[in-house]
């Protein structure tokens, strides 16, 4: 339904050629209400609204003011990820680097453009909003070395470009380290991201971390569960699992069976924290999606209030009792927004707690929400209960669950926030913010069953849970007596898919790995796994504890998982000058997570001048090398090393402020960067402040070029990431 809605938006002729107006959209949304109605709201609010529309969300003046703003674009908003030390220091550079140069920048009006302002609510001045347009900030002269530092410090993992109003659903969610957080509809993946840095602290990315966080990202649509891995790779998390299905039939995961624990905690996988960003009309990001002025239409929303519910209900059976879970849509539309919430609250009843974060990021203005509003049919007429809308359309395009419950008012339905253009010239967005105080839902009931004997149902009479009798979801809800995994070596096997198998610690080619890097004892080779059942494998990923976990669950094989874990170490082509190379070379993903244990057998330190080389030229011969370069793997036998490269504050005039390892690889008689194409051009960047074109040559065989420079494996990480997939 959604996607199909997305399509037609795709289909809408020029972008720049749909008028930027809708009438049925300015009319649900500014219709005039009842005297007694706005009456109420006036007292309430205790100011003067004049005329309240339909939906009580502004005033006249304030929708007028919001239609101007939503015919505008947006600004350009960025944040600092990963530790709160990298950030810091990221932060400071910008500040001193780039910030004196674009003080006096003009448009082509000659109209002043500041420079980059933090958002006020982002913790630590971590979020930026700068005013310039994407087109200036790629263009204009005073802005050019800017954008080359955000587009290196984002290829890097350094910085995400982002919506602001994206970035506040996690920071509400409140994951700490040591959590198990799903998100339930993720891709493009900028929350992800920030839930990753939350759960992992990013300090903490080593496999000896005792936390044993967990994050999975799932997403129905299998494209854009591609473009997950392609964001989250940036993090290097081997704590992270991408899955690919329906949020509302997500399954129900068995780590042992009955028999193997009498713990029903232990044996089932319920999450900590979880954001359910849903799937709506979307007329909250009009300022970057213009075509939704041409396609929306009310019966959008009517329609997927209905599936809204069921992934909100299906994310409060999978969390624990003391969880919370952050609902969110990018639309102003009440019944899409406080509409969903109502029900669940009502179908929950006192399992579940609408939570007042009022006293949170106290610099973000939001609105509190609304216990009245209207439905629209697909005539345009508008309605305050299901009985006045045409026999025709009940539950078919409207739908109960559209209108306000009797006990609305009774709800703290308040206690919801939305966000509005015009408030801090952004685009719009919902947030309500859910804490499970009593056990609720399938899982939960498993629990208490199995502690007391009973399960008990929570429901207020006429609200139902919209997927409860639904076929599919009690097929992925039911617990098999017997083990679900297919009898092969296989901890995971899925349907079209490569499967996950875990290298033993004694696997030869594992202790050849071992022995040839200098890998220390303390690094947990058990935490190894391949794709292939064949005894030679291309790749070997490193997992997490909790991952392990997952996928050696007794029904993991339910899951849809798209990828997980980092790729660490991959085969050598063999061919040229790495014809006698050792087998496996290290990865550029997967540097960060084996650096730390490695020794220095395979690690050397560089200067400048041989980091500049290996920038300039794809294979420059060993004799172009300084002596001391040439000095130091002398002795290497040929196969890949790790070039350390210190940051020379004096010389260089990037944004690189600490160490970097630099994954290389040495021939009979060359040597070679193993970075891919895009991340040479960041390393320019951050320590030469400037791009420059490098040299192709020496290696005559091309045809593994892709597999020894790219780190997409079988051509599936390649997924296109343009800004504005990017740019939730």
Request: one cysteine or more; charged letters at 25%.
């Amino acid at each position: 339904m959604l996607a199909d809605y997305q399509k037609l938006c795709q289909k809408s002729g020029s972008y720049v050629d749909i008028p930027m107006e809708n009438a049925t959209f300015e009319e649900y949304y500014k219709v005039g209400f009842s005297f007694i109605i706005w009456l109420v709201i006036v007292v309430n609010s205790h100011s003067n609204y004049g005329n309240v529309q339909a939906q009580c969300i502004f005033s006249d003046e304030e929708w007028a003011a919001n239609i101007e703003i939503l015919k505008t674009g947006l600004p350009t908003n960025f944040r600092f990820t990963g530790s709160k030390s990298n950030a810091s220091k990221i932060l400071d550079l910008m500040k001193k680097n780039y910030f004196p140069s674009m003080s006096n920048v003009q448009d082509d009006n000659g109209v002043k453009i500041p420079p980059p302002e933090p958002l006020p609510w982002y913790p630590n001045n971590f979020g930026w909003q700068y005013l310039a347009t994407r087109s200036q900030i790629r263009n204009h002269e005073g802005i050019k070395k800017f954008h080359e530092f955000l587009m290196a410090e984002t290829d890097c993992g350094n910085v995400s470009r982002q919506e602001a109003v994206s970035m506040i659903p996690p920071l509400f969610l409140g994951a700490q380290p040591g959590h198990y957080v799903l998100d339930m509809c993720a891709a493009p993946g900028s929350k992800t991201a920030q839930l990753i840095e939350a759960v992992t602290s990013n300090d903490e990315l080593l496999p000896t971390n005792k936390t044993g966080g967990l994050v999975v990202a799932n997403d129905a649509d299998y494209k854009r569960a591609y473009m997950l891995v392609k964001q989250s790779k940036r993090l290097q998390c081997p704590n992270l699992v991408v899955t690919n299905h329906e949020a509302q039939f997500f399954p129900y995961i068995y780590f042992k069976s009955k028999e193997e624990s009498s713990s029903a905690e232990e044996r089932i996988l319920q999450f900590d924290r979880i954001l359910c960003d849903v799937p709506c009309c979307g007329d909250g990001t009009l300022r970057k999606n213009r075509a939704i002025w041409k396609n929306w239409h009310q019966t959008n929303g009517n329609t997927l209030n209905k599936l809204q519910l069921a992934i909100l209900i299906r994310a409060i059976h999978f969390l624990k009792v003391g969880g919370r879970v952050v609902y969110s849509t990018c639309t102003f539309n009440p019944v899409e927004n406080e509409a969903v919430v109502a029900a669940a609250l009502n179908l929950c009843g006192d399992a579940v707690a609408l939570r007042d974060v009022s006293d949170q990021l106290p610099g973000l203005k939001r609105r509190p929400g609304i216990s009245s509003w209207k439905v629209m049919d697909p005539d345009g007429k508008l309605h305050d209960k299901i009985e006045t809308v045409d026999a025709k359309y009940q539950h078919k395009k409207v739908f109960t669950d559209c209108f306000a419950p009797e006990n609305a008012a009774e709800l703290n339905l308040n206690r919801c926030m939305r966000i509005v253009p015009t408030d801090q010239d952004t685009g719009a967005f919902f947030v309500a913010v859910f804490e499970k105080v009593k056990p609720f839902g399938g899982l939960d009931d498993k629990i208490v069953a199995k502690e007391s004997g009973v399960t008990e149902k929570r429901k207020v009479d006429g609200v139902e849970d919209p997927a409860e009798n639904d076929p599919k979801r009690a097929h992925i809800d039911c617990e098999e007596t017997d083990v679900d995994k297919p009898a092969k070596t296989a901890a995971w096997v899925g349907k079209g898919e490569e499967p996950f198998i875990f290298v033993s610690e004694d696997n030869k080619e594992v202790a050849e790995i071992v022995k040839f890097y200098g890998i220390n004892s303390t690094f947990p080779k058990d935490q190894f796994v391949v794709r292939s059942e064949n005894e030679s494998y291309k790749s070997l990923y490193f997992v997490s504890l909790s991952v392990k976990k997952l996928l050696n669950a007794k029904n993991s094989s339910k899951l849809k998982i798209v990828n997980t874990g980092v790729r660490t170490f991959t085969k050598t082509s063999q061919y040229g000058g790495q014809k006698d190379a050792f087998l496996y070379r290290l990865t550029s993903e997967g540097l960060s997570t084996i650096a730390p244990f490695l020794s220095s057998k395979r690690v050397i330190e560089i200067d400048r001048a041989d980091v500049q080389k290996l920038l300039e030229k794809e294979y420059p011969l060993l004799t172009e090398m300084t002596p001391a370069f040439q000095n130091k793997i002398a002795s290497f036998e040929a196969g890949s090393f790790v070039a350390k490269y210190t940051p020379d504050e004096n010389a260089d005039a990037g944004s690189l402020h600490e160490q970097v390892p630099l994954p290389a690889m040495r021939a009979s008689v060359s040597v070679s960067l193993l970075v891919p194409k895009e991340e040479r051009k960041s390393l320019q960047s951050r320590i030469f402040g400037a791009h420059f074109e490098y040299e192709k040559g020496l290696d005559k065989d091309r045809k593994n070029e892709k597999e020894d420079n790219n780190s997409a494996e079988d051509g599936k990480d390649d997924v296109d990431t343009t800004e504005n997939a990017v740019d939730e």
